[in-house]
T-cell receptor
Framework: GAVVSQHPSRVICKSGTSVKIECRSLDFQATTMFWYRQFPKQSLMLMATSNEGSKATYEQGVEKDKFLINHASLTLSTLTVTSAHPEDSSFYIC???????????FGQGTRLTVV | AQSVAQPEDQVNVAEGNPLTVKCTYSVSGNPYLFWYVQYPNRGLQFLLKYITGDNLVKGSYGFEAEFNKSQTSFHLKKPSALVSDSALYFCAVRDLAGGDSWGKLQFGAGTQVVVTP
């Protein structure tokens, strides 16, 4: 299957700082990318969807000014958590789907801890 | 609106025994159905999908799933479970008639599979 690389796998940051998470499709062009948040022992909560070159579409209740998503190219999307707070600590996962593709492929996830 | 239900929080099975993880769905149109597996602190790995065609779908690592339209189910099965199959399993659906051009997936709550030696 297609490979999606997410970096970093773990990050610890101080309250008030910003953190950037990268999601790259390594062997296909990702026309659509999704960002999820997962709480312990819970399902994935979709945060936003982005198409290359377009602004991201955020799910209800997700603050777009806090979770900045950039889908700058067909192989790269970034999620920036701005002014992070301890309640933002979570597991963040990206997924990507190619043009005409039926299934999405997932990154390895990023464990964010805000102290 | 689309939804997915995984009625079991956890399934326990002895190694070598058959494994079944249940999933039912609700969509307004025809569904795309998927199974993913997640190991601790990792992303999701794609196991298999149903798009159209044969109701019995074979996937990775010996898993298969059967699409049952009348029962709106897509249960995941493996004839002989391994200890290494212990993980969190997610069923997901994409509603083709939902008017969602992005093709968003709706995930079930997940089922923890525990395979004991």
């Amino acid at each position: 299957g297609a490979v999606v690389s997410q970096h970093p796998s773990r990050v610890i940051c101080k309250s008030g700082t910003s953190v950037k998470i990268e999601c790259r499709s390594l062997d296909f062009q990702a026309t659509t990318m999704f960002w999820y948040r997962q709480f312990p022992k819970q399902s994935l909560m979709l945060m936003a969807t982005s198409n290359e070159g377009s602004k991201a579409t955020y799910e209800q209740g997700v603050e777009k000014d806090k979770f900045l998503i950039n889908h700058a190219s067909l192989t790269l999307s970034t999620l920036t958590v701005t002014s992070a707070h301890p309640e933002d600590s979570s597991f963040y996962i990206c997924s990507a789907r190619g043009r005409g593709g039926t299934e999405a492929f997932f990154g390895q996830g990023t464990r964010l801890t805000v102290v | 609106a689309q939804s997915v239900a995984q009625p079991e929080d956890q399934v326990n099975v002895a190694e070598g025994n058959p494994l079944t993880v249940k999933c039912t769905y609700s969509v307004s149109g025809n569904p795309y159905l998927f199974w993913y597996v997640q190991y601790p602190n990792r992303g999701l790995q794609f196991l298999l999908k149903y798009i159209t065609g044969d109701n019995l779908v074979k996937g990775s690592y010996g898993f298969e799933a059967e699409f049952n339209k009348s029962q709106t189910s897509f249960h995941l099965k493996k004839p002989s479970a391994l200890v290494s199959d212990s993980a969190l399993y997610f069923c997901a659906v994409r509603d083709l008639a939902g008017g969602d051009s992005w093709g968003k997936l709706q995930f079930g709550a997940g089922t923890q599979v525990v395979v004991t030696p």
